[in-house]
């Protein structure tokens, strides 16, 4: 059974820092691209970033570009968001999520992250 397991969500002041990770399981997670979704209180779903298989090329929404770093740690199946600089448009619920074709397959139940002061 697949299973991706999202942590390290908290409260946060903005200009602050988090690391998200998000535990896989149930599949061979080195031969599969991942993302990092989000979604704010109330709004639609936005991508955040991908992480891609192999040579482990990477993709950030324009939201996010030098402020977030998404890697991977294929021997300990774990995919990490190192999120910087912080501001309270952040605020979300964070949600890993499995590359399969054009879409995402499977999905983590999400982090939330809170950026206030």
């Known amino acids: 059974e697949v299973q991706l397991v999202e942590s390290g969500g908290g409260l946060v002041q903005p200009g602050g820092s988090l690391r998200l990770s998000c535990a896989a399981s149930?599949?061979?997670?080195?031969?599969?691209?991942m993302n990092w979704v989000r979604q704010a209180p109330g709004k639609g779903l936005e991508w955040v970033s991908r992480?891609?298989?192999?040579?482990?090329?990477?993709n950030y929404a324009d939201s996010v570009k030098g402020r977030f770093t998404i890697s991977r740690d294929n021997a300990k199946n774990t995919l990490y968001l190192q999120m910087n600089s912080l501001k309270p448009e952040d605020t979300a619920v964070y949600f890993c999520a499995r590359k399969w074709g054009y879409g995402m397959d499977y999905w983590g139940k999400g982090t939330l992250v809170t950026v206030s002061s």
């Open positions: 149930g599949f061979t997670f080195s031969n599969y691209a």
């Open positions: 992480i891609n298989s192999g040579d482990g090329s990477t």
